[in-house]
C-alpha cells in the first residue's frame, strides 16, 4: 500500500476517532473543549518543548552514579520522565505543581460532595490544568458510556476460581481487553507514528471506563453473590464504582472513592507499577497490555499490595493481643515482627522521609467521618509508636507511614472488610495516573526503554579499571 494511501487512511481514522469523542460527549457546553481537543491543541507545544531540552541541554550532566545505586534497586537515579508528579522526599507528592491539600480544594466536586472527582484529576494529569465543572461532567458521562465489559472478559473473570487472587484476576481481564485495542489494530493496519498518542488516547478512557466494572464483578464474584449492580449513566466515577461495589447508598463511601481514587492515582514514574506501565508501553504495547503488566508489579507486598498487608497485620495483632492495645503492647508487637525478619507493612518509603500526605489525607477523613473507630484509633497508636521502633530498629530510611497504612482502615468502616480485595481498588485508580503518561509519551515520540546493564564481573572491571585511573 502507498504511504500516501497509508495516510490518508489514517487521516480518516483520526477523524472518526475525534467524531466518536465529540458524540460521547454532547454534555459539553459548546464553547469548552474536550479534554482530546484540548489535549491535541496542547501537543505541539510539548513536543517542542521537548526537542528544545534535549538539543539545548542534551549533554549536561545530570548525576552522578555509584555502584551501590546499581544494587540498590537504582534508588535515586533520574532516568525517567514523568509529567504528572513529582515526589519530594519531605514533602510528598505534587501532582502537576499541586499538592494533596490544593488538589482537593482546586479540582471540581461531585454536588453535595467536598472531595475532588478523580476524573478531573485525570485531566489535570494529562494537560496540567484544572477543567471546569461541566468539562468533569462530560468526562464523567463519556466514561460511564463506555463501561461495559465484552462478553469475553466477563466469561473470563467467571471462570475464575475464588482462591486466584483479586489481583491476578484484575491482571487477567485487563490483559484480556486486548481484543478492543483501537491502537494495536491502528499499528497492524500502518499507522503513521505521529497519531499513536490518539489511539493511545481512546484506549486508555476504554479502559479506565471499564475498569469498575472488572473490580465489581471480581468483587462481587469472589466474596458475594456474583450479581454486579447495572451502571448508571448519570454517576460520577467514584459513585459508579461505589456503586458497583455495592456501596453506593452510603455517601460516605461514595466520597471515600472519590478521595481514594485520587490520591493513589500518580507517584511519579520510579514506582514499580508507574514504570513496569511505562516500560511495557515503551515497546508500543497497547494500554491494556502495558497497565496490566504494571498491575502485576502492584500486586506485590512490597508496594500496592502493602495495604491488604497492614489489613491483615492489625487483624492478627487484635487476634494475638486480646484488647489490649497500650503503647508497650504495640511496642513489643513492632519488635516481634521485626526480629522475625518481616517488614513491618505500611511503613517506609523508597523516596519519601516524612509522614506520607496520602496518609494525613486519609487521617483527615477518619477524623471527620469516623473519629471513634475502634481500628482507627489502634491505627492511630501505632502511629504515635512505630516510627520511634524503626528508627532504633535503624536500618529502615524512612520511619514513617506510608499510603497503605491507612486505607484499609477506612474501607473495613464501611463494610468493605475483605483485605485481599484492596489492592484492585489502588489498581483502579493508579490507571489514573499511568495511562496519561502512556498518551504523552506517544504524543512526543518517547523512544524504546533500554537500560545498560553488567554482570558482576563487568562491574569490578570497570570500577577496578576506574580507580587506576
Ligand atoms: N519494616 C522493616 N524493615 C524495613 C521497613 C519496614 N517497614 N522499611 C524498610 N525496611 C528495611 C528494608 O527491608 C531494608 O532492609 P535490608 O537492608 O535488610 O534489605 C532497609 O530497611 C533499608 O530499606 P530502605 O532503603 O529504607 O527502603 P527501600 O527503599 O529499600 O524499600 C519499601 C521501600 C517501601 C519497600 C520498604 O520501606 C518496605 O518494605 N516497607 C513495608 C512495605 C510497604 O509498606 N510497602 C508499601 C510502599 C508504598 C507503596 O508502594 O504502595
Known amino acids: 500500500m502507498s504511504s500516501l494511501r497509508l495516510a490518508s487512511q489514517s487521516l480518516r481514522a483520526n477523524k472518526a ?22 489535549f491535541a491543541e496542547l501537543i505541539p507545544e510539548k513536543a517542542e518543548q521537548v526537542k528544545q531540552i534535549k538539543k539545548e541541554y542534551g549533554k549536561t550532566v545530570i548525576g552522578e552514579l555509584t555502584l551501590e545505586q546499581a544494587y540498590g534497586g537504582m534508588r535515586g537515579i533520574k532516568g525517567l520522565v514523568w509529567e504528572g508528579s513529582v515526589l519530594d522526599p519531605e514533602e510528598g507528592i505534587r501532582f502537576r505543581g499541586r499538592t494533596i491539600p490544593e488538589i482537593q480544594s482546586e479540582l471540581p466536586k461531585a454536588e453535595g460532595g467536598s472531595e475532588p472527582i478523580p476524573e478531573a484529576l485525570f485531566w489535570l494529569l494529562l494537560t496540567g490544568e484544572v477543567p471546569t465543572a461541566s468539562q468533569t461532567k462530560a468526562l464523567s458521562a463519556e466514561f460511564a458510556a463506555r463501561a461495559e465489559l465484552p462478553k469475553h472478559v ?28 483501537q ?13 499513536y498518542w490518539n ?78 506501565t511505562h516500560l511495557v508501553g515503551s515497546a508500543l504495547s497497547s494500554p491494556f497490555l502495558s497497565f496490566s503488566a504494571g498491575l502485576n508489579g502492584l500486586a506485590g507486598p512490597l508496594h500496592g499490595r502493602a495495604n491488604q498487608e497492614v489489613l491483615e497485620w492489625l487483624f ?24 522475625s ?17 496520602r496518609y494525613t489525607a486519609q487521617r483527615e477523613f477518619a477524623l471527620k467521618h469516623l473519629p471513634n473507630d475502634d481500628l482507627f484509633k489502634l ?6 509508636v512505630a516510627p520511634g521502633v524503626l528508627t532504633k530498629h535503624g536500618k529502615t530510611k524512612n520511619p ?27 489498581g483502579v485508580s493508579r490507571a489514573f495516573g499511568v495511562l496519561p503518561q502512556l498518551i504523552i509519551d506517544r504524543a512526543v515520540g518517547m523512544p524504546i526503554e533500554r537500560p545498560k546493564s553488567f554482570s558482576t564481573e563487568k562491574y569490578l572491571e570497570l570500577v577496578k579499571g576506574l580507580q587506576n585511573k
Open 154 to 181: 466477563e466469561e473470563l473473570i467467571d471462570r475464575s476460581p475464588s482462591n486466584l487472587h483479586p489481583m491476578a484476576q484484575f491482571s487477567i481481564a485487563v490483559t484480556a481487553l486486548e481484543s478492543e485495542s
Open 379 to 384: 491505627v492511630s497508636t501505632i502511629y504515635e
Open 341 to 357: 525478619g518481616r517488614v513491618v507493612p505500611g511503613y517506609g518509603h523508597a523516596v519519601l522521609r516524612k509522614t506520607d500526605p
Open 400 to 426: 514513617w507511614p506510608n499510603v497503605d497504612s491507612h486505607s484499609g482502615v477506612l474501607l473495613q468502616y464501611y463494610g468493605l472488610t475483605e483485605a485481599s480485595f484492596y489492592t484492585v481498588l489502588f
Open 316 to 339: 492478627k495483632f487484635k487476634h494475638d493481643v486480646k484488647g489490649d492495645y497500650s503503647k508497650e503492647t504495640i511496642e513489643k508487637y513492632l519488635w516481634d515482627t521485626l526480629n
Open 17 to 38: 476517532l475525534l467524531n466518536k469523542s465529540y458524540n460521547a460527549t454532547r454534555a459539553y457546553s459548546s464553547y469548552e473543549k474536550t479534554l482530546k481537543q484540548r
Open 199 to 276: 489511539y493511545t488516547f481512546e484506549d486508555s478512557i476504554d479502559l479506565l471506563a471499564k475498569l469498575p466494572n472488572i473490580a465489581a464483578r471480581i468483587y462481587q464474584n469472589v466474596f458475594k453473590d456474583g450479581k454486579v449492580p447495572a451502571i448508571n449513566k448519570d454517576l460520577d466515577y467514584g459513585a459508579q464504582l461505589a456503586t458497583l461495589l455495592g456501596y453506593g447508598n452510603n455517601p460516605e463511601f461514595v466520597e471515600l472513592m472519590r478521595l481514594y481514587l485520587t490520591i493513589h492515582s500518580d507517584h511519579e514514574g520510579g514506582n514499580v507499577s508507574a514504570h513496569t
Open 183 to 195: 491502537f494495536a489494530k491502528a499499528y497492524a493496519a500502518g499507522v503513521n507514528k505521529k497519531d
